[in-house]
């Protein structure tokens, strides 16, 4: 089994850009689809970005965050790496990666069943 460790969070200035990193241990990543969440105080946790597994993975992202936002994978490495510029204070929350072991699991977190621990991040106007 698949285990999650994201880091890169912490506290940010409006406008700073920001790289998170989720690292996979127990077994190759490269065959798992990866998405990032997000949940702010109050909310459901919601899709930001994901990945499909591969070498050069389809990828696609929520609209509040395309276009400021890339994510990318280095199965070498076993981590994928969401990198969010532009931050605003809305961007406030916990991030967490997601995994499962099929091409692309979506935006839908139901859909996904190996969860890091989450980090928090906190952007400051």
């Known amino acids: 089994q698949v285990q999650l460790v994201e880091s890169g969070g912490g506290l940010v200035q409006a406008g700073d850009s920001l790289r998170l990193s989720c690292a996979a241990s127990?077994?190759?990543?490269?065959?798992?689809?990866v998405g990032w969440f997000r949940q702010a105080p109050g909310k459901g946790r919601e899709f930001v970005a994901g990945i499909s597994w591969g070498i050069g993975g389809s990828t696609g992202y929520a609209d509040s965050v395309k276009g400021r936002s890339t994510i990318s994978r280095d199965n070498a490495k076993n981590t994928v790496t969401l990198q969010i510029d532009g931050l605003r204070p809305d961007d406030t929350a916990v991030y967490y990666c997601a995994a499962r072991q099929i091409h692309w699991p979506g935006d839908n977190p139901i859909r996904y069943d190996i969860w890091g621990q989450g980090i928090q991040v906190t952007v400051s106007s």
């Open positions: 127990g077994r190759a990543f490269s065959n798992y689809g």
